[in-house]
């Protein structure tokens, strides 16, 4: 019984870079995106063809206004607030752009969550349950999910010995 928000990511191929942070959390609620990850800025543009990778995410709910929209419409939207990043921004420099969304992005951690977080080992004898709603109190990470995986591991090796 875990809600989730929803993600809207939107991916530019930009032919130079947006900025030079590698990353840029946004906490202003009137940017329609959280987060500018500028993927090129760690990784080296070389092996994209010298074009440069930036991501633009949010996590809105299902029913927003912003996850029901277009990829094209997302772009134009988030324009006037890139050039807030760069002023020298401008729609020239994309050269592509990809628009994707998840409906369970990220687990609602509530009030009293971990009363109600989901056991490992479920009901039913050899299936076992690892997932972002169960890395409470850590936020959702790559790290702590190879953490998980590997304590649930031990338990599916630790229960097969046992019977």
Known sequence: NVQY??????ILVLDRPLSDKYWINI???NMPFVGIIEHTNMIDKSLY???HIVYLSNYPSR???LYQKSGEELVEEFIPYLRQINPDFDRSWILEHYHHKVDGAQPIIGVNYSQRM???RT???NLYLANTTQI???DRGTNYSVRMGRQVARMVMEDAAAD
């Open 118 to 120: 989901p056991a490992h």
């Open 5 to 10: 928000l929803s993600a809207v990511l939107v």
């Open 63 to 65: 029913d927003s206004e």
């Open 49 to 51: 063809g010298g074009k």
């Open 136 to 138: 409470y109190p850590e």
């Open 123 to 125: 009901p039913i004898k």
């Open 27 to 29: 906490a202003d609620a």
